[in-house]
């Protein structure tokens, strides 16, 4: 690519990506019928950031109805924003926050609380004598993860425990929040409901229970994706939940959200947990049918959608149901049909912003490239006369899918609840779980690479070894991409209150704690990186390598896309393709409801970042004849996203 065209190819991108973030930012004002405001709550313990959408019609004079909305695990605020969105322009304050651990708070997840036992099975159905009720021990993490759905609200014997450990704030500042949101002075607190999406709905249950019997307790709770549980798990006495709408997940990957069974079908309204819910009984429980008075706050749904645990937030059935069970309870004061949405539009329109600033990394590229010191990176790729012998090639490429394939669900959750990291350095959540993955393959790849170099040692075949000057130079340059990504999206939050990313984030501006762990996890994500990256365009060339023009490209990036990604898509096959079945979710049925939940329903986030990946890692190692800058820049973007979007203690 000349300069001249590379450098017109950046500036149509960063045109039309500007452009995309402008119409989105259009559309979540409600075409400039809502004041958007970013801010945080000062606490004793840190602050709790949010974003707040006020329609123009709410004033003093003038209250409006408003709406709490609490995000899921791994997610922030801005995973709101559809139902924020479309309850803003029906003239209702939206306050979304971001919870314990997330987004840019600065409270860590423990502040959640924990015990020292689990329940297996929905609160008040457990019993030691069946062993759904069992003391354990580990990291401070594998006890907060196992009581996530463990509530401040229930009975002594589940929020505390022996040692003096207990639950403190399964609202995870839901209620600070909530009291926030009530004392605003166009708020009218006497119509004030809430919302959350997976972990969010254990919040949401929290913030009700704290304001329950209160004059400004929740008309309505709108659960998406939201765990039942028996009367039994707490004082009646003490705390009543007006008004629940459960929007139900026929597709959920986690067990706690389909009652422990493998799927979600109509014997479900059989059991006591559920019939019990709806106010009614086993023979007349139905899904999509509305049980109860609203009057008395007696009002019970569940709405079943046919889609995933992480789509549940963005599906058009459920946002409908929603909004007609907020009409009838709260009342929404500007009369819009309630099947039509913009927020998805928005949605999509950030995707766009989003691939068009990645895509500009390849223009920059080129640019980059031209200019010394720069010009000295581009090397020969090594000869073509040593590719590997195809049935070399097919056992190599197999092992490496595999390896990276079935060590997935196990290395994963490993790294997420037990692996023994010192948690006041490794913070982040998820971000150990990928850290268990990723060490296992370093040392398998390293392993194999000193066998491979031992043998080609032997036949007379020189390896390539490490340039480092020429890595260095990778480095500086890869810094340079970085910048032009993070700069632009800084400027796209500072300009419209968004950032890169597609419903869940992604690309997220860092925080000084964020920062930090993006430091600390970096040197493990760029050694696997690099490590891959050589094993992949290096070892496992072949002939389509050294073929020029975008066919030769497109065979060489198919090829890397199968090795990078081929291990990940097996694992979705063996998840999905029972699930859809009717059997269950694959790692449930294969391995247990241990190794279902997060790491499964992350692929659909996960498998796309490597579709990206080898793409960018093929093009920069074409470009460059090395395996440095491709590898540098994927690990760079994997640490962001990992860093700067998810969990952290």
Not at 8 to 33: E, K, P, R, S, Y
Not at 275 to 281: K, S
Not at 515 to 544: G, H
Not at 548 to 571: E, R, S, T, Y
Request: aromatic share 14%.
């Amino acid at each position: 690519m000349k300069r001249k065209t590379a450098l017109i190819f950046l500036a149509v991108c960063l045109l039309l990506a500007t452009v995309c973030m402008g119409v989105a930012d259009l559309l979540q004002h409600g075409n400039g019928t809502v004041t958007i405001r970013e801010d945080k709550i000062e606490t004793a313990d840190g602050s709790l950031t949010y974003k707040l959408y006020i329609p123009k019609s709410a004033s003093s004079e003038n209250k409006a109805p408003a709406v709490l909305l609490l995000h899921g695990y791994q997610n922030d605020h801005e995973t709101c924003a559809a139902y924020a969105i479309e309850l803003a322009r029906r003239g209702v304050v939206v306050l979304c926050l971001d919870e314990y651990g997330h987004g840019a708070s600065t409270i860590g997840l423990k502040a959640r609380g924990y015990v020292n036992h689990k329940v297996s099975v929905n609160y008040g159905n457990d019993s030691e004598a069946d062993k759904t009720y069992v003391p354990i021990g580990g990291t401070v993490r594998y006890r907060l993860l196992m009581n996530f759905s463990n509530l401040s609200f229930f009975k002594d014997r589940y929020s505390k425990d022996a040692d003096g450990n207990a639950i403190t704030d399964s609202s995870a500042g839901g209620s600070i929040a909530y009291d926030f949101l009530s004392k605003l002075d166009y708020v009218d607190n006497t119509r004030m409901a809430l919302s959350g999406h997976s972990m969010g709905t254990w919040s949401s249950w929290s913030v009700a229970a704290d304001y329950s019997k209160t004059p400004i307790a929740p008309k309505a709770i709108v659960l998406q994706c939201g765990e039942l549980f028996r009367e039994s798990a707490y004082d009646t006495s003490k705390y009543t939940f007006n008004n629940v709408l459960l929007l139900q997940a026929k597709y959920d990957e986690f067990s706690y959200f389909r009652d422990y069974q493998r799927n979600v079908t109509d014997d479900l309204l059989k059991t006591p947990l559920r019939y019990e819910f709806l106010g009614t009984t086993a023979d007349k429980a139905a899904w999509n049918t509305t049980f109860g008075s609203f009057a008395d706050g007696s009002a019970r749904r569940m709405e079943l959608l046919y889609t995933n645990h992480r789509l549940t937030t963005h599906n058009a059935k459920g946002l409908e149901t929603a909004l007609d069970w907020f009409e009838k309870t709260i009342g929404l004061p500007n009369d819009f049909d309630h099947t039509s949405f913009t927020a998805l539009l928005k949605e999509y329109l950030v995707l766009a912003a989003m691939l068009l600033v990645l895509l500009g990394l390849f223009p920059l590229l080129n640019l980059l490239l031209s200019i010394p010191p720069f010009t000295l990176i581009p090397r020969e790729l090594p000869n073509e006369l040593i590719l590997p012998p195809r049935r070399s090639w097919w056992k190599g490429a197999l092992i490496t899918i595999l390896i990276s394939g079935l060590s997935f669900p196990f290395m994963t959750q490993l790294g997420h609840a037990l692996l023994p990291l010192p948690e006041n350095i490794f913070r982040m959540t998820v971000g150990n779980g990928f850290l268990g993955w990723y060490l296992l393959l370093i040392i398998v790849m390293v392993v194999t690479s000193l066998i491979t170099r031992s043998k080609n040692k032997k036949k007379g075949i020189e390896g390539e070894e490490f340039d480092i000057g020429n890595f260095i130079l990778c480095l500086l340059l890869v810094l340079i991409l970085f910048a032009y990504v993070y700069l632009v999206n800084w400027l796209y939050c500072l300009l419209f209150h968004l950032d890169l990313r597609f419903i869940w984030p992604f690309f997220r501006p860092f925080t000084s704690i964020r920062i930090i762990q993006f430091l600390v996890y970096l040197p493990i994500f760029a050694l696997f990186y690099l490590l891959n990256n050589a094993k992949i365009m290096r070892d496992l060339r072949t002939r389509s390598t050294y073929m020029k023009g975008p066919f030769g490209f497109f065979l060489d990036w198919l090829k890397n896309f199968f090795l990078m990604a081929g291990g990940v898509m097996i694992i979705v096959l063996l998840e999905y393709i029972p699930f859809f079945a009717g059997i269950g979710p694959g790692a449930d049925v294969l391995f247990g409801t241990t190794f279902g939940g997060p790491f499964m329903s992350i692929l659909i986030l996960f498998v796309p970042q490597v579709l990206f990946f080898s793409v960018l890692c093929t093009y920069f190692y074409r470009q460059t004849g090395r395996a440095y800058a491709g590898a540098l820049m994927a690990a760079f973007l994997a640490c962001w996203i990992v860093t700067g979007g998810s969990s952290f203690l």
